[in-house]
Nanobody
């Protein structure tokens, strides 16, 4: 079992920055990747960014590319999402999700992930 806990959300103004954290505990040695998703009110959960643990390769949705940065600190079992130049449309609950053992056919889809956190709310005011 793996537990994921997100933190770092809050209420900020447009143009501000936030750093989200996703702390993993439990049997984390088989982690293949950790992905950030978000879900705005009334919308489906959508892909934001992912980081593969084998080589720290990152991938981003076009809507956040150049503004968000995913990284990890293996010593702290923590994955971060640095969010800069936030926009009102970034308002959502942000979730981290872990893939164990290997890839899935489409890492941008929420189905197939093994573990999820409970999310942290990010609200960006205009």
């Amino acid at each position: 079992q793996v537990q994921l806990v997100e933190s770092g959300g809050g209420l900020v103004q447009a143009g501000s920055s936030l750093r989200l954290s996703c702390v993993a505990s439990g049997r984390t040695s088989r982690t293949y990747a950790v992905t950030w998703f978000r879900q705005a009110p009334g919308k489906e959960r959508e892909f934001v960014a992912t980081i593969r643990f084998s080589n720290d390769q990152t991938y981003y949705d076009d809507s956040v590319k150049g503004r968000f940065t995913a990284s990890r600190d293996s010593a702290k079992n923590t994955v971060y999402l640095q969010m800069d130049n936030l926009r009102p449309e970034d308002t959502a609950v942000y979730y981290c999700a872990a893939l164990m053992g290997g890839p899935v056919p489409n890492y941008r889809q929420p189905g197939g992930y093994d573990y999820w956190g409970e999310g942290t709310l990010v609200t960006v005011s205009s």
